[in-house]
T-cell receptor, first 116, second 113 residues
Framework: GAVVSQHPSRVICKSGTSVKIECRSL??????MFWYRQFPKQSLMLMATSNEGSKATYEQGVEKDKFLINHASLTLSTLTVTSAHPEDSSFYICSARDPRGVDTQYFGPGTRLTVL | RKEVEQDPGPFNVPEGATVAFNCTYS??????FFWYRQDCRKEPKLLMS???SGNEDGRFTAQLNRASQYISLLIRDSKLSDSATYLC??????????????FGTGTQLKVEL
């Protein structure tokens, strides 16, 4: 069964609205979660590393004020896309690092965001 | 130069064929290596880790050549269900002590009757 869940799986919103995506690890406590974005026919690009109880680490070129990450518990990280625009339309995928394995990450099923 | 490079394909092969994918990576400090499989509009799923000694899992064989910074995946006796995009993934420890997965763009495989 799934070890990482994401909600919602799909969202369509108007330009200018904010969208929150939740990522939950179901089978283990994840001190570290990751947020990726994937545009059509491109590879997954790491946006940020979410650390429980501390600030997220953002990759170069990713605006931290636009993509707000909160990792308030060991099983939940949220990504909020603020003031979404059509160019933010993408497939957002989270992963959780399993501390029981070596470098093992499990991916959530992804959230397809469409901004009109 | 991309950190992880793959031929995007598509590779169109008949059922039962053997097909090989290659991948090169640029960061010599990379520490662990994986092949993931991604179906259309789905999340990536771990296919197998890749070790220097080479490893096999059923019809799948992975090889790593650290000196050449080259990874390969061989699929024998292809099935229709093998049709997917295969992602070469490299992990290295960043300066802050965390680790990061870097994904290739993937190689698309289409297995046909």
């Amino acid at each position: 069964g799934a070890v990482v869940s994401q909600h919602p799986s799909r969202v369509i919103c108007k330009s200018g609205t904010s969208v929150k995506i939740e990522c939950r690890s179901l089978d283990f406590q994840a001190t570290t979660m990751f947020w990726y974005r994937q545009f059509p026919k491109q590879s997954l690009m790491l946006m940020a590393t979410s650390n429980e109880g501390s600030k997220a680490t953002y990759e170069q070129g990713v605006e931290k004020d636009k993509f707000l990450i909160n990792h308030a518990s060991l099983t939940l990280s949220t990504l909020t896309v603020t003031s979404a625009h059509p160019e933010d339309s993408s497939f957002y995928i989270c992963s959780a690092r399993d501390p029981r394995g070596v470098d093992t990450q499990y991916f959530g099923p992804g959230t397809r965001l469409t901004v009109l | 130069r991309k950190e992880v490079e793959q031929d995007p394909g598509p590779f169109n092969v008949p059922e039962g064929a053997t097909v090989a994918f290659n991948c090169t990576y640029s960061n010599s400090a990379s520490q662990s290596f994986f092949w993931y499989r991604q179906d259309c509009r789905k999340e990536p799923k771990l296919l197998m880790s890749v070790y220097s000694s080479g490893n096999e899992d059923g019809r799948f064989t992975a090889q790593l050549n650290r000196a050449s910074q080259y990874i390969s995946l061989l699929i024998r006796d292809s099935k229709l269900s093998d049709s997917a995009t295969y992602l070469c993934v490299v992990n290295f420890r960043s300066g802050g002590g965390g680790n990061k997965l870097t994904f290739g763009t993937g190689t698309q495989l289409k297995v046909e009757l």
